[in-house]
């Protein structure tokens, strides 16, 4: 089954991304990791949970982009490491913003340390994403980069129709 057009287009740049050196692609990461950090902190504690965009509030945004980070970074890594996916683990987070943004940037930090030490044995293992299909692990960082960026986005377009 051939992919809508904008997600093709997703597909296509995650695939294209992957190809990069590995520095490349940390620095993707880090980049909208900053940027959405950096949208997350904009809000004042009575906007936080305020319903801004939807059903979404910052602080539900934010929760949302740590846990699917914190999965995908735990992923990436045992698939970069072993050729394994890992076992399921539920992670309890915190739930103010402060407390979300600083696990987030734990995660994403021992990311970038341990996935240095990735060799290419295992670079061609691929677990499937609900709409993009089978990716590999360079190509699901990747994907942590896009869904990071994405929600900045949202983020900042909550901030900017207060």
């Not at 050196?21 to 950090?37: G, K």
């Not at 072993?82 to 979300?100: C, K, N, R, Y």
């Amino acid at each position: 089954m051939a992919l809508d057009p904008s997600l093709q287009a997703t597909r296509d740049y995650v695939a294209e991304q992957a190809r990069r050196p590995l520095e490349e692609v940390i620095d993707l990461v880090e980049r909208d990791t900053v940027r959405l950090h950096t949208a997350a902190r904009v809000f004042s504690p009575s906007e936080v949970e305020a319903s801004l965009d939807g059903d979404w509030s910052p602080l539900s945004c934010v929760a949302h982009i740590v846990a699917r980070s914190m999965m995908r970074a735990r992923e990436v890594l045992y698939v970069a490491l072993s050729g394994e996916l890992p076992p399921a683990e539920d992670v309890p987070l915190p739930s103010e913003l402060e407390g979300l943004l600083a696990t987030h940037r734990e995660a994403i930090d021992s990311l970038y340390i341990h996935v240095r030490d990735a060799t290419d044995d295992f670079r061609s293992f691929e677990w499937s994403h609900p709409a993009f299909g089978p990716m590999t692990w360079p190509e699901w960082l990747v994907f942590i980069h896009v869904h990071i960026a994405d929600h900045a986005g949202q983020l900042e377009r909550m901030a900017s129709a207060r």
